[in-house]
């Protein structure tokens, strides 16, 4: 009874505070966003987002699966992307920068939540969600926090693609934004097949990954995710004014999130307990950066 009790003061917390900062969000950056049957179009992909997670849920918690947390995830972003391009063109057609900036949104979501579905069917099981699937009430945490991610890091998406007014013409920071974007995919597809092919190989169970861009950094995949949403609010730079600008809070949400709380934190403790008595496993952690490559990490590689 105890732990229901707590389970359902922890959950109504989670659930407060992310209503609330999508909330005061929402509301910031809702300025020249265009209205639908007499609503924001921006509070309305906002609350899709949010609906998209709870109408997961219901099922996944009564099968107490986590398996389609990441494919409903990746779902949620193609979603919002199209609804967010129909709102806008209510107002006028995309402009070329809301389709691009689509299209790569699209092209990130297709491929990281098909590459995090299969990496779990072929585990079986994520073990971040072992205890949280317990009880639907814990279990609810995971996906409203989920909604939480995909409104933070989409924002800048959904502001460029509702505004009623017209885009500028695309320019130089639009330019660089895609080189960046261009680099950090390229960095986290490349990783991720670096690290799914040694862990495929029999001999390498129990073993850390160092080469390739693992030797450039501990976590070369989450360097590539934080420039992915660099590149991405990059796209704003020409088009926000006032209040809109606080929709660049995706790349810092997602740095923050990735090195402080549920990325790197969790794995380097991981592997700290497995081998904080390997003399290779420390020497391999002394001289490789945590997330972004230096020169000298460069010049070890050469």
Known sequence: MSTTKSDLKRTTIVVITVTSIISLISI??????????G????IICAISIIGIQLLAWIPASILKTEKFYDMTGGFTYIAIVFLSLWAGSQSEAPSVRELIVSILVVIWAIRLSSFLYLRIHRVGKDGRFDELKKTPIRFLVPWIVQGLWVFLTMNVVIVINTQSNSAPPLGIWDFLALIIWVLGFSIEVIAD?????????AENKDKWI???LWSLS???NYFGEILVWTGIAFFGISCFSGLEMISWISPIFVYFLLTKISGIPLLDRRAE???QNNPDYQLYKEKTP???????SLKIKN
């Open 39 to 42: 609503y924001s179009a921006l």
């Open 210 to 212: 160092e080469g390739g």
């Open 290 to 296: 945590q997330l972004i490559p230096t020169l000298r």
């Open 273 to 275: 307990i497995k081998w």
């Open 28 to 37: 910031s950056v809702d300025v020249n966003s265009v209205d639908i049957f």
């Open 193 to 201: 097949n670096q690290k799914t092919k040694f862990n495929m190989i």
């Open 218 to 220: 501990r976590h070369p």
